[in-house]
Protein backbone atom coordinates (compact mmCIF):
# COMPACT_ATOMS: atom_id res chain seq x y z
CA UNK A 1 0.00 0.00 0.00
CA UNK A 2 2.61 2.60 0.71
CA UNK A 3 4.41 1.64 -2.67
CA UNK A 4 1.15 2.57 -4.43
CA UNK A 5 0.69 5.84 -2.54
CA UNK A 6 4.36 6.63 -3.49
CA UNK A 7 3.97 6.31 -6.98
CA UNK A 8 0.90 8.19 -6.86
CA UNK A 9 2.90 10.66 -5.40
CA UNK A 10 5.58 10.44 -7.80
CA UNK A 11 2.88 10.44 -10.92
CA UNK A 12 1.14 13.76 -9.64
CA UNK A 13 4.27 15.29 -9.21
CA UNK A 14 5.11 14.35 -12.96
CA UNK A 15 1.58 15.71 -13.85
CA UNK A 16 2.18 18.84 -12.58
CA UNK A 17 6.07 19.29 -13.91
CA UNK A 18 4.14 18.53 -18.20
CA UNK A 19 1.35 21.27 -16.66
CA UNK A 20 4.77 23.26 -16.27
CA UNK A 21 6.50 22.41 -19.48
CA UNK A 22 9.07 20.24 -17.82
CA UNK A 23 8.65 17.20 -19.69
CA UNK A 24 12.23 16.12 -19.40
CA UNK A 25 11.88 16.35 -14.93
CA UNK A 26 8.41 14.27 -15.49
CA UNK A 27 9.70 11.66 -17.75
CA UNK A 28 12.55 11.17 -15.43
CA UNK A 29 10.16 10.43 -12.37
CA UNK A 30 8.26 8.18 -14.82
CA UNK A 31 11.64 6.51 -15.41
CA UNK A 32 12.08 5.65 -11.68
CA UNK A 33 8.73 3.59 -11.70
CA UNK A 34 9.54 1.78 -14.48
CA UNK A 35 10.61 -1.68 -12.75
CA UNK A 36 7.53 -1.42 -10.05
CA UNK A 37 4.81 -0.61 -12.96
CA UNK A 38 5.80 -2.54 -16.11
CA UNK A 39 3.82 -1.24 -18.97
CA UNK A 40 1.61 -4.55 -19.39
CA UNK A 41 0.54 -4.04 -16.04
CA UNK A 42 -3.36 -3.02 -15.97
CA UNK A 43 -3.09 -1.09 -12.10
CA UNK A 44 -4.05 2.27 -12.12
CA UNK A 45 -0.59 3.67 -11.46
CA UNK A 46 0.38 1.97 -14.40
CA UNK A 47 -2.35 3.49 -16.42
CA UNK A 48 -1.65 6.60 -14.94
CA UNK A 49 2.04 6.40 -16.27
CA UNK A 50 1.09 5.27 -19.92
CA UNK A 51 -1.40 8.06 -19.82
CA UNK A 52 1.70 10.39 -18.57
CA UNK A 53 4.28 8.98 -21.05
CA UNK A 54 1.51 9.69 -24.29
CA UNK A 55 1.35 12.94 -23.17
CA UNK A 56 5.22 13.42 -23.40
CA UNK A 57 5.32 12.24 -26.40
CA UNK A 58 7.05 15.03 -29.40
CA UNK A 59 5.17 14.30 -32.06
CA UNK A 60 1.18 15.28 -31.87
CA UNK A 61 0.37 11.92 -34.02
CA UNK A 62 2.98 9.96 -31.77
CA UNK A 63 0.62 11.19 -28.93
CA UNK A 64 -2.70 10.56 -30.23
CA UNK A 65 -1.61 7.16 -30.92
CA UNK A 66 0.18 6.53 -27.83
CA UNK A 67 -3.11 8.43 -26.14
CA UNK A 68 -5.05 6.01 -27.73
CA UNK A 69 -3.23 2.84 -26.67
CA UNK A 70 -3.48 4.12 -23.04
CA UNK A 71 -7.56 4.60 -23.58
CA UNK A 72 -7.28 0.98 -24.29
CA UNK A 73 -5.21 -0.46 -21.62
CA UNK A 74 -7.77 1.81 -19.11
CA UNK A 75 -10.82 0.50 -21.05
CA UNK A 76 -9.53 -3.18 -21.01
CA UNK A 77 -8.96 -2.62 -16.79
CA UNK A 78 -12.32 -1.05 -16.56
CA UNK A 79 -10.94 1.94 -15.15
CA UNK A 80 -13.47 4.12 -16.41
CA UNK A 81 -12.21 7.46 -14.90
CA UNK A 82 -9.00 7.25 -16.32
CA UNK A 83 -10.37 6.10 -19.54
CA UNK A 84 -12.38 9.74 -19.24
CA UNK A 85 -9.10 11.29 -18.73
CA UNK A 86 -7.68 10.16 -21.73
CA UNK A 87 -10.31 10.93 -23.61
CA UNK A 88 -10.80 14.55 -22.62
CA UNK A 89 -6.80 14.76 -23.40
CA UNK A 90 -7.68 12.99 -27.21
CA UNK A 91 -10.82 15.02 -27.79
CA UNK A 92 -8.61 17.92 -27.36
CA UNK A 93 -5.93 17.08 -29.76
CA UNK A 94 -9.04 15.72 -32.31
CA UNK A 95 -10.56 19.41 -31.66
CA UNK A 96 -7.50 20.75 -32.94
CA UNK A 97 -7.57 18.62 -36.14
CA UNK A 98 -11.15 19.52 -36.15
CA UNK A 99 -11.48 15.74 -36.91
CA UNK A 100 -15.22 15.96 -35.08
CA UNK A 101 -16.02 12.40 -35.80
CA UNK A 102 -12.97 11.35 -33.10
CA UNK A 103 -14.03 14.23 -30.66
CA UNK A 104 -17.37 12.92 -30.90
CA UNK A 105 -16.07 9.32 -29.85
CA UNK A 106 -13.97 10.51 -26.86
CA UNK A 107 -17.08 12.74 -25.66
CA UNK A 108 -19.39 9.23 -25.74
CA UNK A 109 -16.17 8.28 -23.54
CA UNK A 110 -16.47 11.21 -21.26
CA UNK A 111 -19.83 10.78 -20.88
CA UNK A 112 -20.05 7.16 -19.93
CA UNK A 113 -18.54 8.10 -16.89
CA UNK A 114 -19.89 11.58 -16.17
CA UNK A 115 -22.65 13.44 -18.08
CA UNK A 116 -21.94 16.29 -16.00
CA UNK A 117 -18.78 16.57 -14.84
CA UNK A 118 -17.27 20.27 -15.78
CA UNK A 119 -14.25 18.76 -18.15
CA UNK A 120 -17.36 16.49 -20.20
CA UNK A 121 -19.76 19.96 -20.39
CA UNK A 122 -16.84 21.35 -21.28
CA UNK A 123 -15.45 19.40 -24.19
CA UNK A 124 -19.51 19.32 -25.00
CA UNK A 125 -19.74 22.80 -25.75
CA UNK A 126 -16.59 23.22 -27.32
CA UNK A 127 -17.83 19.77 -29.43
CA UNK A 128 -21.28 21.59 -30.75
CA UNK A 129 -19.49 24.77 -30.88
CA UNK A 130 -16.95 23.56 -33.56
CA UNK A 131 -19.89 21.38 -35.03
CA UNK A 132 -21.96 24.73 -35.79
CA UNK A 133 -24.39 24.24 -33.43
CA UNK A 134 -24.24 27.92 -31.58
CA UNK A 135 -27.73 27.51 -29.87
CA UNK A 136 -27.26 24.11 -28.39
CA UNK A 137 -23.57 25.32 -27.06
CA UNK A 138 -25.47 28.14 -25.48
CA UNK A 139 -27.61 25.91 -23.60
CA UNK A 140 -24.38 23.62 -22.51
CA UNK A 141 -22.43 27.05 -21.56
CA UNK A 142 -25.63 28.46 -19.45
CA UNK A 143 -25.39 25.03 -17.60
CA UNK A 144 -21.98 25.50 -16.98
CA UNK A 145 -22.23 28.76 -15.80
CA UNK A 146 -24.91 27.50 -13.46
CA UNK A 147 -22.82 24.48 -12.01
CA UNK A 148 -20.01 25.70 -11.68
CA UNK A 149 -20.50 29.63 -11.12
CA UNK A 150 -17.21 29.75 -9.39
CA UNK A 151 -15.48 29.21 -12.65
CA UNK A 152 -14.34 31.22 -16.14
CA UNK A 153 -15.80 30.28 -19.40
CA UNK A 154 -14.05 32.20 -21.36
CA UNK A 155 -12.24 29.88 -22.92
CA UNK A 156 -15.64 28.00 -23.67
CA UNK A 157 -17.34 31.03 -24.89
CA UNK A 158 -13.90 32.14 -26.82
CA UNK A 159 -14.83 28.88 -29.58
Same mark, same amino acid.
Given at each position: KEE?E??YA?V???? @?L @? *? @??D =?????????????K? !?S =?S??N??? *????? *?A??????R?R?? &?LQ?AL *?T $??S $??A?D? +??F?A???????L? +?H??? =??E??L?I?Q???????? @???LQ &?R????K??AL???????RLA?T? !? +??S? $???D??
Amino acid at each position: KEEHEAAYATVELAQ @TL @T *R @TGD =NAAAAELLRALDDKF !PS =NSSSNVAI *RIEHL *RALLQEQPRSRID &ALQAAL *RT $ARS $AGAHDL +EAFVAFDLANLFLA +EHDLA =NVESMLAIAQQWSTQSYQ @TLVLQ &ARYLSAKGDALAARQVRKRLADTF !P +EFSF $AAVDAE
